[in-house]
């Protein structure tokens, strides 16, 4: 039984996600690789969407890790190319959105949701209990002498 369970631990050791670069696509230059990588951690796979173009073995993720790298080589900035990659395929390319007033309604919606349903929750439970502390009318009244 040890064994099983070393064998299954050793194997999701391994299984740890690799990146997807391809050893012809890294750059000479460690620094301008680096920044490539972690720009390639931020940027959206378009095909897979849910990954970034560093972790997409997608051909459209390896072109935009390419172009990232060929930006970068011709002396673009950060900024630069992010801008660029958001002018062709829009805010969606970036995992994390910016926060601007464009998009402050999908920042600030689930807090005006919730403040929502408190309200709700809040005014329900009020009326309620208003509705249980009516006043006793006066035939109760005079019933609840007679038992006293």
């Avoid at 620094?31 to 972690?38: H, I, M, N, Q, V």
């Avoid at 402050?104 to 209990?129: E, I, Q």
Wanted: hydrophobic share 50%; proline share 4%; charged share 25%.
């Amino acid at each position: 039984m040890k064994r099983i369970a070393l064998a299954i631990f050793f194997a999701l050791a391994l299984a740890a996600p690799v990146a997807a670069v391809q050893p012809d696509e890294v750059l000479g230059d460690t620094a301008l690789e680096a920044r490539a990588r972690a720009l390639s951690h931020t940027i959206r796979c378009m095909v897979c969407q849910n990954q970034s173009i560093d972790d997409s073995d997608a051909p459209l993720a390896r072109d935009l890790r390419i172009l990232i790298r060929e930006r970068l080589t011709a002396g673009d900035t950060d900024t630069q190319i992010r801008e660029f990659l958001v002018a062709r395929y829009g805010q969606f390319v970036l995992l994390e959105p910016e926060k601007n007033a464009q998009n402050a309604l999908l920042w600030l919606a689930p807090v005006f949701v919730l403040l929502a349903g408190v309200l709700v929750l809040f005014r329900f439970f009020r009326r309620r209990r208003a509705a249980e502390l009516k006043p006793l009318s006066a035939a109760e009244k005079r019933r609840l002498k007679e038992l006293s």
